[in-house]
Each structure stands twice: as structure tokens, then as C-alpha cells.
């Protein structure tokens, strides 16, 4: 963690500055960042299209799977890849996500 003032050293810390500083140490603040696209998918692409799909996780590399209720779903989804990647990273200071991998919902 930061090194504190010894005065400072008995004090309380918050619980948010705390895990904030384990995430920027342990190199997954930019994970967590990333992963707030999850929550923020039917936002980002639209009420018609957040209907029909369900983003299920983000890897490290930057892709994100995407579950898509039929296979003509997928097939116009694929066709607006570059379009939904412009408007999934819009958001500076967010690690990129750099592809989507769209998978059949089981």
C-alpha cells in the first residue's frame, strides 16, 4: 500500500482507497475497468440489440464473448463488429476491447 506519515499510521483507511490501491499494485485496476462494460452493454449499444444478447465476460486480451439468442442475430452482428467496437470504446482512460466473439446462447 502507500506509505503513510506516522501520524497517519493508526487512522482508519477507507475500504475504497484500500482496494483501490490493491488494483493499481496487482496490475487489475485495468481489468475492472474493462469489465464495467458488462454492466454498461445495453447503454452502449442500444435497447433492439441488448435484447437479443448477453455479454458474458472480457478476457485479457481484450475480447469480449457475447452470447446472441439465434444464428441470424450473429451473422448482423458480425457485420456491425467495427461499428459496436467504436462505440464500446469510447470511454477514454478503458482498456480497448478489440474483438467481440460472438457465441450461440445455449
Known sequence: MVERKRNEKNRPERVANVVADFL???????RVEQAG???????LVGDQ??????PRSISANGTLFVAVA???????????????????????GRAQIRRIRWLLRG
Do not use: Y
Open 24 to 30: 493499481a499494485q496487482s496490475g487489475l485496476r485495468d
Open 37 to 43: 462494460i458488462i454492466p454498461e452493454w445495453a447503454q
Open 49 to 54: 440489440i441488448a435484447a437479443v444478447t448477453d
Open 70 to 92: 439465434t444464428n441470424a442475430w450473429m451473422n448482423e452482428l458480425s457485420l456491425l463488429e467495427p461499428e459496436l467496437l467504436r462505440s464500446l470504446n469510447t470511454r477514454t
